[in-house]
Each structure stands twice: as structure tokens, then as C-alpha cells.
């Protein structure tokens, strides 16, 4: 169907049919006027029927450096992104996969998101109804009596009465707000993917806090022993009078402090615990059986690439895509309001069969119908309509700062995930061969003093150094997956909009 050039021609050409169709037959023409504004319906959608208002909204190209500025990591700044959907299983730890699912259900930040977004569906089903007539129905029913000095006279009366409505889109404002609407629905749900990265980057943190602190406690309790075991030698030695009491008290003093750092450790993986409880709401003792599952090892991440081009990364964000879709909802909403400024044309129409009959005679059939344009034009509102076109073009400028400042916000934490993992990459060799090195040293000093060729306060020094580069290795392997997390969360998490 050939959408009408003006107005006028629409108007005559309807009441042409009209008048054919009264000539034709009596009954046809009521049903015609409520049926024809539901055929032509189809040809004003999406856009104006004279024209749309407003400016033709353009996605703006991200404000990013050409190339990424950040060292490229192995196996992280190369080729394409990759397929991040499932990337949490690829990680081959059913524990860490049952909080997320546990997570991603409790948290109120992805439950509040995806109540946005029925709300933005609700709200575009309402903007879509707009290009449709209206259509109401109603019964009636009355009996009453009357008289003219004689016998009353008893009269019964029942009525259908169909109304419809419907407003044509002269210059897009209907357009326009569905054009809103739609915006804002793909904005909203790209908001409730970001909650659900965010959710997942945050318990995975978590987790991986909670299994380094296993692993320190692992160290110290090694250490712990190793202390406790070497001050029982000494007093035996003591007894036998080969060593003497300063060595023994410095030899306590040591165990001492390995069960201090122990119990210290303990407490800080308990907190751990509380706060993996608050995150996926599981009961303590059930959280604490399923992290008994599996020994105390750091999470393995999967490594992935990424694309080069910034811009084409940045993209891949949730957050940024909700924030382009909050400038193409505000470019429209100024169309919308600058339609207000314009005429508004509606056609309307109503059938209204009665039934009666008096003193129970036959019933007999009354009809009546009307239908209509009605055209309104916005004479003066003080400035009214002219200032909410300028307060939509502000919200526009707002929503263009803010996709700016996502997108330098995306390219920040991206930078920083490749700083991270880089620097990472360059330590931890080294850290791994000093660890190494560290346990000879202190393990040479022990023997000397066994031997009594050396003393015990650089034994135990040595092995307060070799226990400190042990959690040295293990704080920088946390920080390589903790570097991966974020990249994860930097890129989007495997996130893409629907084309």
C-alpha cells in the first residue's frame, strides 16, 4: 500500500470510498469506517506521513587511539576477540561454575537490570499501540416507563455501542517515540549483559581471593610445622647440653610466629568465606562443603585474544553499547518533541445499533453512526513546546559526553588488564627463580647449623626470606588471573550486540 502524498488526498480519498460503498449497500458502510483505519495503520508506521521531524541519528565512532598503547601479553593482544560466552567453563572448575550460577541469581544489580528492561518492553508495546486505532466496546441495557395521562407505557432498550480512534502520524512524532522506545529496550538490555559480566568479574575475584588465602595457609602451616619440628630438635639438643638456651628461646620465638601468621592467615580466609556467602547466598556450611570439594589451587584462565583495533574492542562492551544506544534514544526523543510543535490530524468513528420495544411488542432496530477527521493546531503555550525541544537537544549533548566517557573508560581498564598481564608475564619467572633460589640458601643454612658450622639466627632469617618469596610466587600468580578477570571484564565479556 502507497502511503497518501498530503493529507487532503487521504480525507477525500476515504470519503470517496465512502460514498461508494453507501451506494452500493446500507449495511457495509459502519463496519467500513471502523475497518479502514486498521488497513491504512500499515502504511504510516516507522516514519511521518508528510515527513519526520527531528534529526536522522548517526552511531558516532568511539573516541579511541588507532592501536592499543599497552606491551601486548602472550596470547592477549593478537588476532580477533574471541568467543568469551563460555569462558568461565573453560576454566574446568565446577566449584567456581556453581557460585557463578549461584551469583548471577542473587545478585539485586542483574535482578534490577532485568526488571529495566521489562519495564522499556512494556513501555515500547504501549509506543507501538500508537499507530493502531483505538477500538472500545460497550452493552447497555434499560427499561423505564412513561405515560400521557393514560396506562404507562413500559419500554425496554438495549444498545452496542463500538467506538474507534486513531491518530495519523503527520510528522513522525509517533516515529520518533517508538524510535525511543526501541533504543532504550536495546539499551536497558545491554545494561543487564553488563551487570551479569560485572557479577561474574566480582564473584570470580572473590573465589580466586578465597583460593589464594587457601594456598598462603598452606605455606604457612608448611612453615608453621617446619618451626615447631626445629624447636623440639633444639630442645633435645638443649637437654643434652649441646645447644644453649639463647638459641632455644630464639628457636620458640620463631615457632611462635609461624603459628601467629598461620592463625592470622586462618581468620583472613574465614572473612573470605563470609564475604562468598553474601555474594551467591548460600549457607556457610553448605559453601564451605563445596569449596571442600577441590584442593586449594589457584583458578587456571583460559587465555584468549583480542582484537588490536581499540575501537572495534570497545564495542564489544555492554556498557558502551547502552551508553550509543542512550544517545540514539535521546536523538529521537527531540524529534518526538518537535512534533508536538506541528498540527495533529485524528479520524474517529462510532456504531451504535439500539434495540427496543414498548409494552413487549417486537423489538425493532435503531442505528446510528458517525465518523470523522479532527484536526489541532498548537496555537500558544508561552514557549512550552519550544523549550522542551531545546531541553531534549541538552539531553542529547549529555548522552554524548557520557558515551565518550564510557569509551575512554573501557579503553582505560583494557590498557590497564594489558599492563597488568605484561608486567605479570615479565616477574614472574624471575620471582619463581628467586623462590628457588631462596629455599637452597635456607636450606644450606640449616645444615650448617645442624653441623654446628653456623648459627641459628641466620637459619631462621633464611627461612623467613625463602617463606617470603614462596608468597611472593603465589601473590603474582593470583595477580596474572585476577589480570585475566579483568581483560574478561575490559573486553565484555564475550557480550555482542545484536546485529
Given at each position: 500500500?502507497?502511503?497518501?502524498?498530503?493529507?487532503?488526498y487521504?480525507?477525500r480519498?476515504?470519503m470517496?470510498?465512502?460514498?461508494i460503498?453507501k451506494?452500493r449497500?446500507?449495511y457495509?458502510?459502519?463496519a467500513l469506517?471502523i475497518a479502514?483505519?486498521?488497513?491504512?495503520?500499515?502504511?504510516?508506521m516507522q516514519?511521518?506521513w508528510?515527513?519526520t521531524?527531528g534529526?536522522e541519528?548517526q552511531a558516532?565512532t568511539?573516541?579511541t587511539?588507532k592501536?592499543?598503547?599497552?606491551?601486548?601479553?602472550?596470547?592477549?593482544?593478537?588476532?580477533k576477540l574471541t568467543?568469551?560466552?563460555?569462558?568461565w567453563?573453560?576454566f574446568?572448575d565446577p566449584v567456581l561454575s556453581r557460585?557463578?550460577?549461584?551469583?548471577?541469581?542473587e545478585s539485586?544489580?542483574?535482578a534490577n537490570?532485568k526488571?529495566?528492561i521489562?519495564?522499556s518492553?512494556?513501555s515500547?508495546v504501549?509506543?507501538?499501540s500508537?499507530?493502531?486505532p483505538?477500538l472500545?466496546?460497550?452493552?447497555?441495557a434499560?427499561?423505564?416507563s412513561?405515560?400521557f395521562?393514560?396506562?404507562p407505557?413500559?419500554?425496554?432498550?438495549?444498545?452496542f455501542?463500538v467506538?474507534?480512534?486513531?491518530e495519523?502520524?503527520l510528522?513522525?512524532g509517533?516515529?520518533?517515540q517508538?524510535?525511543a522506545?526501541?533504543?532504550?529496550?536495546?539499551s536497558?538490555?545491554?545494561a543487564w549483559h553488563d551487570a551479569r559480566v560485572?557479577v561474574?568479574?566480582?564473584l570470580a575475584?572473590?573465589y580466586?581471593a578465597?583460593?589464594y588465602?587457601?594456598?598462603?595457609?598452606?605455606?604457612?602451616?608448611h612453615?608453621?610445622?617446619?618451626r615447631?619440628a626445629s624447636?623440639?630438635l633444639?630442645?633435645?639438643?638443649a637437654?643434652?647440653?649441646?645447644?644453649?638456651?639463647?638459641d632455644v628461646?630464639?628457636a620458640h620465638?620463631s615457632?611462635?610466629?609461624g603459628?601467629?601468621?598461620?592463625?592470622q592467615?586462618q581468620a583472613?580466609?574465614?572473612r573470605?568465606?563470609k564475604?562468598?556467602v553474601?555474594?551467591?547466598?548460600?549457607?556457610e556450611?553448605?559453601l564451605r562443603q563445596?569449596?571442600?570439594?577441590?584442593?586449594?589451587?589457584?583458578?587456571?584462565p583460559?587465555?584468549?585474544?583480542i582484537?588490536?583495533v581499540?575501537?572495534?574492542?570497545?564495542?564489544?562492551?555492554?556498557d558502551v553499547?547502552?551508553?550509543?544506544r542512550?544517545?540514539a534514544e535521546a536523538?529521537a526523543?527531540i524529534?518526538a518533541?518537535?512534533?508536538?510543535r506541528?498540527?495533529?490530524l485524528?479520524?474517529?468513528g462510532?456504531i451504535t445499533?439500539?434495540?427496543q420495544?414498548?409494552n413487549?411488542?417486537a423489538l425493532?432496530?435503531a442505528?446510528?453512526?458517525?465518523f470523522?477527521?479532527?484536526?489541532?493546531?498548537?496555537l500558544?503555550?508561552a514557549?512550552k513546546?519550544a523549550?522542551n525541544?531545546?531541553?531534549?537537544?541538552?539531553?542529547y549533548?549529555a548522552?554524548v559526553?557520557?558515551?565518550?566517557?564510557?569509551?575512554r573508560t573501557?579503553a582505560?581498564?583494557?590498557?590497564?588488564?594489558?599492563?597488568?598481564?605484561?608486567s605479570?608475564?615479565q616477574r614472574?619467572?624471575?620471582?619463581r627463580?628467586?623462590?628457588?633460589?631462596y629455599?637452597?640458601n635456607f636450606?644450606s643454612?640449616q645444615?650448617?647449623?645442624q653441623a654446628?658450622l653456623?648459627?641459628?639466627?641466620?637459619?631462621?632469617?633464611?627461612?623467613r626470606?625463602?617463606?617470603?618469596?614462596?608468597?611472593?610466587?603465589k601473590?603474582?600468580?593470583q595477580?596474572?588471573?585476577?589480570a585475566?578477570i579483568?581483560?574478561?571484564?575490559?573486553?565484555g565479556?564475550?557480550w555482542?550486540?545484536?546485529?
Amino acid at each position: 500500500m502507497n502511503r497518501p502524498k498530503t493529507v487532503g488526498y487521504a480525507v477525500r480519498t476515504l470519503m470517496q470510498d465512502l460514498a461508494i460503498k453507501k451506494v452500493r449497500t446500507a449495511y457495509p458502510t459502519p463496519a467500513l469506517l471502523i475497518a479502514l483505519p486498521l488497513l491504512l495503520s500499515g502504511c504510516g508506521m516507522q516514519r511521518g506521513w508528510l515527513t519526520t521531524v527531528g534529526p536522522e541519528y548517526q552511531a558516532p565512532t568511539p573516541p579511541t587511539e588507532k592501536q592499543w598503547q599497552a606491551p601486548p601479553p602472550a596470547l592477549a593482544h593478537q588476532g580477533k576477540l574471541t568467543e568469551l560466552a563460555q569462558w568461565w567453563e573453560q576454566f574446568h572448575d565446577p566449584v567456581l561454575s556453581r557460585l557463578l550460577a549461584a551469583a548471577q541469581a542473587e545478585s539485586a544489580s542483574v535482578a534490577n537490570a532485568k526488571a529495566r528492561i521489562e519495564q522499556s518492553r512494556s513501555s515500547l508495546v504501549g509506543t507501538d499501540s500508537q499507530f493502531l486505532p483505538s477500538l472500545d466496546a460497550g452493552l447497555n441495557a434499560s427499561r423505564s416507563s412513561f405515560s400521557f395521562g393514560q396506562a404507562p407505557f413500559i419500554r425496554n432498550q438495549y444498545s452496542f455501542d463500538v467506538q474507534s480512534s486513531w491518530e495519523l502520524d503527520l510528522f513522525g512524532g509517533l516515529a520518533r517515540q517508538q524510535e525511543a522506545a526501541r533504543s532504550q529496550l536495546a539499551s536497558r538490555t545491554a545494561a543487564w549483559h553488563d551487570a551479569r559480566v560485572a557479577v561474574a568479574a566480582e564473584l570470580a575475584n572473590a573465589y580466586l581471593a578465597q583460593r589464594y588465602c587457601e594456598a598462603q595457609v598452606q605455606l604457612r602451616q608448611h612453615d608453621a610445622d617446619s618451626r615447631q619440628a626445629s624447636a623440639k630438635l633444639l630442645d633435645l639438643a638443649a637437654s643434652a647440653g649441646l645447644r644453649n638456651s639463647a638459641d632455644v628461646a630464639l628457636a620458640h620465638a620463631s615457632a611462635s610466629d609461624g603459628k601467629t601468621a598461620l592463625w592470622q592467615q586462618q581468620a583472613q580466609c574465614d572473612r573470605s568465606v563470609k564475604s562468598l556467602v553474601a555474594m551467591t547466598g548460600l549457607a556457610e556450611k553448605d559453601l564451605r562443603q563445596l569449596l571442600a570439594q577441590s584442593t586449594a589451587s589457584l583458578p587456571k584462565p583460559p587465555a584468549f585474544a583480542i582484537n588490536a583495533v581499540p575501537a572495534q574492542t570497545v564495542l564489544q562492551r555492554p556498557d558502551v553499547a547502552a551508553a550509543e544506544r542512550d544517545m540514539a534514544e535521546a536523538s529521537a526523543k527531540i524529534g518526538a518533541e518537535q512534533a508536538k510543535r506541528y498540527p495533529k490530524l485524528s479520524l474517529s468513528g462510532n456504531i451504535t445499533p439500539v434495540l427496543q420495544n414498548v409494552n413487549g411488542s417486537a423489538l425493532t432496530l435503531a442505528e446510528t453512526w458517525s465518523f470523522g477527521p479532527s484536526l489541532s493546531l498548537p496555537l500558544f503555550d508561552a514557549g512550552k513546546r519550544a523549550a522542551n525541544v531545546e531541553s531534549a537537544k541538552a539531553n542529547y549533548i549529555a548522552t554524548v559526553a557520557q558515551f565518550r566517557s564510557t569509551v575512554r573508560t573501557a579503553a582505560k581498564e583494557v590498557e590497564d588488564a594489558l599492563v597488568r598481564l605484561a608486567s605479570v608475564d615479565q616477574r614472574l619467572p624471575q620471582t619463581r627463580s628467586a623462590a628457588k633460589d631462596y629455599q637452597t640458601n635456607f636450606q644450606s643454612s640449616q645444615q650448617l647449623y645442624q653441623a654446628g658450622l653456623g648459627n641459628l639466627l641466620d637459619a631462621e632469617t633464611a627461612r623467613r626470606t625463602q617463606v617470603a618469596a614462596d608468597l611472593a610466587v603465589k601473590d603474582l600468580e593470583q595477580e596474572r588471573v585476577a589480570a585475566w578477570i579483568a581483560l574478561y571484564r575490559a573486553v565484555g565479556g564475550g557480550w555482542q550486540a545484536q546485529k
